[in-house]
């Protein structure tokens, strides 16, 4: 898993090129020793590489056996992930229903699991969806329990969650 580990690393500090380089290493080990867990987790890290450079086909390449993966082994948290992963993509490709449906199946993994820190995560993803789609009462309610999250875990202004919580709440002022 080192190699997936440094694509995240690379990923972090804004080097696409060298992360998908990385990526595909690991994914062609896990693939060699027929480890279908972290077979899955690259092909989802994959999949969010592409969907952020916004290369939509590459994402869905990546992001459907990811989820088939997690599902054919039980992986629920990383089905998660992946369900919120196509619920942008969705989005993006402007398929509103198709990208509620996963965001909310994303939330209700996530509670089922009692991962806060990634409910908090899917919830900031859904309330940026519901922002763009209109319905500012949804995104809302979204992030006020992302915050009451965030309180809880008593993450500081530094982390991933803080940095989605803010971007959630500039959205809302944007209206």
Do not use: W
């Amino acid at each position: 898993m080192v190699r997936g580990n440094l694509g995240l690393l690379y990923a972090d500090h804004g080097r696409p090129d060298a992360a998908l380089e990385q990526y595909e290493a690991a994914l062609a080990i896990h693939r060699a020793v027929s480890n279908r867990r972290f077979e899955g987790i690259v092909l989802g890290f994959l999949g969010a590489l592409h969907l952020s450079e916004e290369r939509f086909d590459a994402a869905r390449l990546c992001l459907e056996p990811a989820l088939e993966i997690h599902r054919e082994i039980g992986n629920r948290g990383y089905e998660g992930i992946a369900l919120g992963s196509f619920g942008i993509l969705h989005f993006r490709e402007g398929r509103m229903g198709e990208a509620r449906k996963c965001l909310e199946e994303s939330i209700a993994i996530h509670r089922e699991l009692t991962d806060r820190l990634l409910l908090a995560k899917a919830l900031c993803d859904l309330g940026e969806f519901e922002v763009r789609a209109g319905d500012v009462p949804t995104a809302r309610a979204a992030m006020a329990e992302a915050e009451a999250i965030q309180a809880e875990l008593a993450l500081g202004t530094e982390s991933d969650l803080a940095a989605k919580v803010a971007s959630l709440r500039e959205a809302l002022a944007r209206g």
